[in-house]
């Protein structure tokens, strides 16, 4: 079965800073990994994907992830915090294309001025 | 591109009423979609499959008697939360498939309030 972890329930960052938040799965098959953005009262957003090929996948508003098998990991990072960057934000597995996601516990991020 | 829309956005209903909430692909077909329950402070939980033409797939623990769900054309699924309760007070979301590779589109979710 797969699961998702995400480690760290909250993380706090300055403007300007890193943002670095983690993600590690289990999968018995190659996996399709996601990392999506909640603003409170909202919908899902879709902030990146991997499938396959190229291991670094670079998404919207500035994030990037990395895929590495031997790490089971897929964390989310951003070089530099922006307010608005401020939400919640959900690792997702699944294990084909077109089934349903598995999703993390979810990472709150906040961001100081 | 895709979108998914969810009708209603928000509802407040009484104890022991029946809600229906509606999942629309609006410029794709979907055949598959997919229902999420979502508490406060919590992940989004994978709450049953809904297949255009045939009967929805529950996960465990989901009431399929409580919980009704019709997919009733390629664009449109509907959840009913029947005899609904304040432990259902929830968040709704449903998604499907672009059916292009792995992208899924996620609806905005419907808050469930019951009294």
């Known amino acids: 079965a797969q699961s998702v972890t995400q480690l760290g329930s909250h993380v706090s960052v300055s403007e300007g800073a890193l943002v670095l938040l983690r993600c590690n799965y289990s999968s018995s098959v190659p996996p399709y990994l996601f990392w999506y953005v909640q603003y409170p009262n909202q919908g899902l957003q879709l902030l990146l994907k991997?499938?396959?090929?190229?291991?670094l996948v670079k998404g919207i508003n500035g994030f990037e992830a990395e895929f590495k098998k031997s790490e089971t990991s897929f964390h989310l990072t951003k070089p530099s915090a922006h307010m608005s960057d401020a939400a919640e934000y959900f690792c997702?597995?699944?294990?084909?294309?077109?089934?349903?996601?598995?999703f993390g516990k979810g990472t709150t991020l906040s961001v100081s001025s | 591109g895709a979108v998914v829309s969810q009708h209603p956005s928000r509802v407040i209903c009484k104890s022991g009423t029946s809600v229906k909430i509606e999942c629309r692909s609006l410029?794709?077909?979907?055949?598959?979609m997919f229902w999420y329950r979502q508490f406060p402070k919590q992940s989004l939980m994978l709450m049953a499959t809904?297949?255009?033409?045939?009967?929805?797939?529950?996960e465990q623990g989901v009431e399929k008697d409580k919980f009704l769900i019709n997919h009733a054309s390629l664009t449109l699924s509907t959840l009913t939360v029947t005899s609904a309760h304040p432990e259902d007070s929830s968040f709704y979301i449903c998604?499907?498939?672009?059916?292009?590779?792995?992208?899924?589109?996620f609806g905005p979710g419907t808050r469930l309030t019951v009294l």
């Open positions: 998604s499907a498939p672009s059916g292009k590779g792995s992208e899924q589109f």
């Open positions: 991997y499938t396959t090929g190229a291991t």
């Open positions: 410029d794709f077909q979907a055949t598959t």
């Open positions: 809904s297949n255009e033409g045939s009967k929805a797939t529950y």
């Open positions: 997702a597995v699944s294990d084909q294309a077109g089934t349903a996601l598995i």
